[in-house]
């Protein structure tokens, strides 16, 4: 919670989190092995060609010189060595890149499409929603007792869907008899996301979240979470997660509970399965806007990451061929929207220049990687370095399965992709000779599934080989590209 009574937080300091945290921020710090650790939430992932140049520059700055883009579609700096300083901290709050509140900056974690507003088949354009509970939230202090991690999605229901990505809250938009509505689902164990059945008018989700949300933060506040966790049901967390409050209530009591809080109308129906997960690679590439004679172009970011000189130029971009607006993603990619299609090739052009690829086809699209071992303690391997040894070796020996997805995870924690893939490559230490690395080799699609990751295929192979391994492993099964839930 807040600070009550002796004095108000200083700008750069933040109440509701130590000084060090698990969950990376921008009002404390995080430390890893390559330096502190800044983690900017991007509500929606929109950010305008200013608030691009302010990063830029932060990186510069303050960092290594480049951007990493996260699985939820936020951007990290790594290697910082000193605290950001008032005038900077204040700076990004001025261009919306940080809360007003310092103890409400980590609840900023708010996903949509990346396509939201532009894509052909959507059934309604969240962008809105995305902005109005940005700023609710920061209308409300109290709200800093909710965990940083809690996190809410609103899905459009477009072809480029984030329908699927674990979220606490997640509100995905359907077409009915009584014509769009969003369809509530809230986040269950281990990422699954159990849909309650129930159904809302656009104008009523926003209430929703905030029912969910008071019933949520009061549980915490009062302790209850702590005797239930006790009878059995203990886990390893400051406060619970949603999930936690679901389990302890159950399901029916607590969806009665967030009905009356909300004083909104619903509509009870059979839950349904998710909608397909989009591919890993199906924004990349050009497409064409729901927007006459326009298009969007997905840029390849390898592994997440840009350089602060290649962020200024693709904000430039944006601003000389379209509407000054960068669209990230959670598969950790880029996307640039209003761009005249008559264009766009002298777009790619230009992007190219700057050493990046649109292709669908390149390798990168198809891989995420943790910060491996040089930035984080938990790692096993220099999960990096690896997979830009995979991408090189495999691009111009095998075109990837369209379509494909491969993660390689330094350690069981998955932080980098919390969803299973079709290759998981789980980082090992390897006996005999001390530093060596390998991977535990998984795949999907197959009926003995034996752990979240899926299959065990092969055990501790050295990291040198993998290259080879994985050829042989995408020549010899098929792959459908669905992230598997």
Partial sequence: MRCTGKRKPLLHESSSQSSVSACPGLFYHTPALDGTLLRVRIPGGLLNSLQSQVLADLATDYGDGHLYVTNRANLQIRAVETRLPPDRLQELQRFGLAARDPDLDPLRNIMTSPTAGIDPTERYDTRFLVSILDEYIQSRPDWAGL??????????????????????????AIESSAGVLFRLRLGGEAGQLWDT????????????????????????QHGGWRQDLALGRRVKVRRPRLRHLITAWGREQFLERAIEGSTVPVIRTIP?????????SAHLG???????????????????QLSSGQMRELAALSETYGSGTLRLTPWQNLL?????????????TEIA??????????????????????????????????AVALAQYLQPRLSPPQPVSIHFSGCEKSCAQSLSSDITLLGTPLAGEEGSEGYDIYIQGHSNRETRFGHLLHEAIPAHQVPQVVEEILRNNPFDGQDNR
């Avoid at 929207?337 to 766009?344: A, H, N, R, S």
């Fill in 353 to 386: 220049q700057m050493g990046l690829d649109c292709s669908p086809e390149n390798y990168y699209g198809a891989l995420m990687a943790c910060p491996g071992r040089l930035g984080c303690a938990a790692a096993a391997t220099d999960t990096p370095s690896h």
């Fill in 147 to 172: 965990p940083p991690k809690f996190s809410v999605c609103f899905d459009g229901g477009g072809t480029v869907s984030v329908a699927d990505r674990p979220n606490d809250i997640s509100l995905v």
């Fill in 272 to 280: 349904t399965p998710l909608p397909c997960a989009s591919t890993p």
């Fill in 336 to 348: 640039i929207g209003d761009l005249p299609t008559e264009q766009v090739a002298q777009v790619r």
């Fill in 286 to 304: 050009a497409h064409p806007q729901r927007q006459p004679e326009f298009s969007y172009l997905g840029i390849v970011l390898p592994l997440g």
């Fill in 197 to 220: 059945g129930l159904l809302l008018q656009p104008e009523h989700c926003i209430l929703m979240v905030i029912a969910i949300s008071e019933l949520y933060l009061e549980y915490i």
